[in-house]
């Protein structure tokens, strides 16, 4: 059992930055690929972006790729998410996952998710 907590979500303006963090309990995180998800207002949950156990592989969705980049310190036992260039389409609830097997972009090769912290974009 693995727990996860996300943080750093708040409200910024189109074009601004924001770094999600997302911070793993109960065991370390060296056992899971780990995900960020989103669900817009109205929306489904969607993939945003993976990396590896070793941080080795990274993909990411198409509508994110240039401007989001995962990464993750193993040591700390935290997986993050940077945002630049932000559009008013990112707003959403961000979620944490992590994946006992490989990385995956659908939400049902997750096993662990965290609560969620929502990004605000304004125009």
């Known amino acids: 059992q693995v727990w996860l907590v996300e943080s750093g979500g708040g409200l910024v303006q189109a074009g601004g930055s924001l770094k999600l963090s997302c911070a793993a309990s109960?065991?370390?995180?060296?056992?899971?690929?780990m995900g960020w998800f989103r669900r817009a207002p109205g929306k489904e949950r969607e993939f945003v972006a993976t990396?590896?156990?070793?941080?080795?592989?990274?993909k990411y969705a198409d509508s994110v790729k240039g401007r989001f980049t995962i990464s993750r310190d193993n040591a700390e036992n935290t997986v993050y998410l940077q945002m630049n260039a932000l559009k008013p389409e990112d707003t959403a609830v961000y979620f944490c996952a992590a994946a006992v097997h490989v990385v995956s972009i659908t939400v049902t090769g997750y096993d662990y998710w965290g609560q969620g912290t929502q990004v605000t974009v304004s125009s």
């Open positions: 990396i590896s156990r070793s941080g080795g592989i990274t």
């Open positions: 109960g065991r370390t995180i060296d056992d899971y690929a």
